[in-house]
């Protein structure tokens, strides 16, 4: 696929989204007005209409037709007509949105769009960089689309060698600035997780694998908090008390899915979570410094107690 179709798929559906309903005519003025709009566009219309085959759009109603089905195949976005003024919509925008991958790639590209008709902005927006992410990642996803194995070659941060071995990809999570695959791993017969910065390199072999059916990526991660899963941590209740200042951030952006307000005083908050206490839940406890304190459970005060402890010795003359 084109680099040029990819970011007219996303366009358009950036555009339903944004729109709501929109109808065919309207769509082609959208795009001649687009950053995407060229002159191939415009020679390829002018073609349409001396050969007879033309409906005087830039975006033919055939080749609308099919660009629907290919969204629908790569991003899982349903896109349909009402019949009753002919406009085009997304049938489901609720599950778009829960689609974090595809609606976090939309909305990069919503950004990159209007800073493109805008060229004088471009220094005064500034990315969070994600180094991880791009060089193995269509990879892994063309590898899940066809079904196939990767082989891969890793170079964990714990082994100073590099282990080679075959992954069958079942999907993929983002999680502080990195990419990882989750897959089932066929030298030790389990599903691990990996950090695509920490390959070295990946190809796509011709063995053929089948996404077990029982194996939900939302389900797999549902107590966790991060990328891993931390089998060996029980899931347990967590509850945690915020001043007036975390407790406004903890509610704009909650650290998990369980995140609940139970207690709200006036100047602090009571949160509580069901999940894992993993290593990565401690830590983004531990960066909120002395503006939370965790009320339960008793053990999960007396590691951070203890971490604190020994952070504190580090800097003791």
């Not at 001649?32 to 709009?37: A, H, I």
């Not at 990159?112 to 969070?128: F, G, I, P, Q, W």
């Not at 008793?298 to 010795?313: I, S, V």
Request: with cysteine; proline share 3%.
């Amino acid at each position: 696929m084109s680099r040029n179709l990819f970011a007219r798929y996303l366009w358009e559906i950036n555009t339903l989204y944004d729109r709501g309903h929109v109808t065919l005519k309207e769509l082609n003025q959208l795009y001649r007005d687009s950053f995407l709009y060229d002159e191939a566009d415009e020679e390829a219309r002018l073609e349409r209409r001396t050969t007879g085959n033309d409906d005087d759009g830039a975006i033919p109603r055939r080749t609308w037709d099919n660009h629907r089905r290919e969204i629908e195949t790569i991003f899982d976005v349903n896109i349909e007509c009402r019949k009753s003024d002919n406009t085009y919509y997304i049938a489901d925008d609720e599950g778009y949105m829960a689609s974090e991958m595809t609606h976090m790639i939309c909305n990069h590209f919503a950004v990159k769009n209007m800073l493109v008709e805008a060229d004088h902005l471009k220094s005064r927006v500034m990315y969070e960089n994600i180094p991880s992410g791009y060089k193995h990642l269509t990879t892994v996803i063309q590898a899940m689309r066809e079904g196939k194995a990767l082989n891969i070659v890793y170079q964990s941060f714990a082994r100073d060698e590099k282990t080679e071995f075959v992954l069958h990809p079942y999907c993929l999570k983002v999680f502080r600035q990195r990419w990882y695959v989750v897959g089932w791993h066929e030298p030790s017969d389990d599903v691990r997780i990996y950090g695509l910065d920490r390959v070295d390199s990946m190809t796509i072999t011709t063995k053929k694998f089948t996404m077990p059916a029982n194996f939900d990526p939302q389900e797999y991660f549902e107590d966790s908090f991060g990328v891993f899963r931390n089998d060996g941590v029980a899931v347990e209740t967590v509850r945690l008390r915020a001043n007036d200042e975390e407790r406004a951030y903890l509610r704009s952006l909650p650290l998990h899915h369980s995140q609940q307000e139970v207690e709200i005083g006036e100047d602090y908050s009571v949160f509580e979570w069901r999940l894992r206490p993993s290593f990565d839940f401690k830590q983004a406890i531990l960066a909120m410094g002395a503006n939370v304190e965790v009320l339960e459970p008793q053990w999960l005060r007396e590691d951070l107690r203890q971490k604190l402890t020994e952070m504190l010795n580090l800097y003791t003359p």
